[in-house]
């Protein structure tokens, strides 16, 4: 909507946005690869709202996590087009991307260390059994448990 109430009236920030809507309606292969990847990209101005209304859950955790592990790929992607507005892309999207991935980097290691991922794929979203000695305990009840039935 601030496009619309705001327009640009800069030429020189026209020409750029149309350069950059060239470099992608131009290159399939870019276009393509863009498209692959952001397809069920997370929402994740959504879910960082629920965080902070302290109503997130380890499932929010997971999709923000699957998002940040994309953006390596949107970098990847976008540092192999070498078509004319090769610079324009970086200055635009590329340099702020790579930051992103150096910025989620913990979070990144923190949800590695602390949820059960193996586990995720069978839309379970636990804490890893070996987090910690009460964690682990409880675990090897269950699991001791599971073999009595």
Not at 1 to 19: G, M, T, V
Not at 115 to 130: F, K, N
Request: aromatic fraction near 8%.
């Amino acid at each position: 909507s601030q496009w619309l109430k705001q327009p640009l009236l800069d030429l020189a920030l026209i020409r750029e946005r149309h350069n950059i809507v060239e470099s992608f309606s131009s290159d399939d292969e870019l276009r393509t690869n863009l498209i692959e990847i952001i397809r069920r990209f997370p929402d994740m101005s959504r879910i960082a709202l629920k965080f902070r209304r302290k109503k997130g859950k380890l499932q929010d955790c997971i999709s923000m996590y699957n998002g940040v592990l994309k953006i390596p790929k949107l970098v990847s992607a976008l540092s192999e087009y070498a078509g004319e507005h090769q610079g324009l892309l970086a200055s635009y999207f590329t340099e702020d991307l790579q930051d992103l991935v150096s910025d989620f980097q913990k979070f990144q290691e923190l949800i590695e260390k602390t949820i059960d991922l193996a586990e995720v794929d069978s839309h379970q979203y636990l804490i890893r059994p070996d987090f910690n000695a009460d964690m682990q305990a409880a675990r090897d009840n269950m699991d001791s448990l599971q073999m009595q039935l």
